[in-house]
């Protein structure tokens, strides 16, 4: 298993602004993914955090509104850009060792855009 | 393409009885892990239980058992001698090309006493 914590756990921002998310891990990890749980729905994969290199993002998902960087395997960031008020959700990252194996999330980030 | 289908918006149990929350998939890949989590109010989402494709027996994690029917493509989580902290929402969710999870609509288990 692996302890994950993230930073902030909630915020409320304006629209139009920016907030980036922390995702922290205490053992290097293969993979690292970011999730959106927006209110009253499921988990919805954002996109792959990629060590070293670019994320690689799902259907309906761009870089320029959710820019993430994984500067080494502990460690990942997810920037929610130009916020309004429809990315109020919770964000989630999680990790996994390859192999489609057992898959652990942080506790997540509340995020409210008024 | 992989989805998942929890058909039961809710359910309620009485204290310390066992409950069954159902779960169906689909997917073309031979290989995939299927899991349960649960999220209470504070949003976090718990592993409970992991089950591969290729496993032969049902997994099973203290008062949580996965009844795992390949042929019928069914993963039910049960979960015997309910608490009233068992009171949360479970998602059924499916691992697919390198980890990536794909989750069900959810079913919210209330444990009365």
């Known amino acids: 298993s692996a302890v994950i914590s993230q930073k902030p756990s909630r915020d409320i921002c304006q629209r139009g602004t920016s907030l980036t998310i922390q995702c922290q891990v205490d053992?290097?990890?293969?993979?690292m993914f970011w999730y959106r749980q927006q209110p009253g729905q499921s988990l919805t994969l954002i996109a792959t955090?990629?060590?070293?290199?670019?994320?690689?993002?799902e259907s309906g998902f761009v870089i320029d509104k959710f820019p993430i960087s994984r500067p080494n395997l502990t460690f990942s960031t997810l920037t929610v850009s130009n916020m309004s008020p429809e990315d109020s959700s919770i964000y989630l990252c999680?990790?996994?060792?390859?192999?489609?194996?057992?898959?652990?999330f942080g506790p997540g980030t509340r995020l409210t855009v008024t | 393409a992989q989805k998942i289908t929890q058909t039961q918006p809710g359910m309620f149990v009485q204290e310390k009885e066992a409950v069954t929350l159902d779960c169906t998939y689909d997917?073309?890949?031979?290989?995939?892990?299927l899991f349960w989590y649960k999220q209470p109010s504070s949003g976090e989402m718990i592993f409970l239980i992991y089950?591969?494709?290729?496993?032969?027996q049902n997994a099973t994690e203290g008062r949580y058992s996965l009844n795992f029917q390949k042929a019928r493509k069914s993963a039910n989580l049960v979960i015997s001698a309910s608490q009233l902290g068992d009171s949360a929402m479970y998602f059924c969710?499916?691992?697919?090309?390198?980890?990536?999870?794909?989750f069900g609509t959810g079913t919210r288990l209330q444990v009365f006493p």
């Open positions: 999680s990790v996994g060792f390859g192999g489609l194996y057992e898959q652990y």
């Open positions: 053992s290097q990890v293969t993979m």
């Open positions: 955090a990629n060590q070293g290199s670019e994320a690689t993002y």
């Open positions: 997917t073309s890949d031979q290989s995939y892990g």
């Open positions: 089950q591969g494709s290729y496993d032969e």
């Open positions: 969710a499916m691992s697919y090309n390198t980890d990536k999870l794909i």
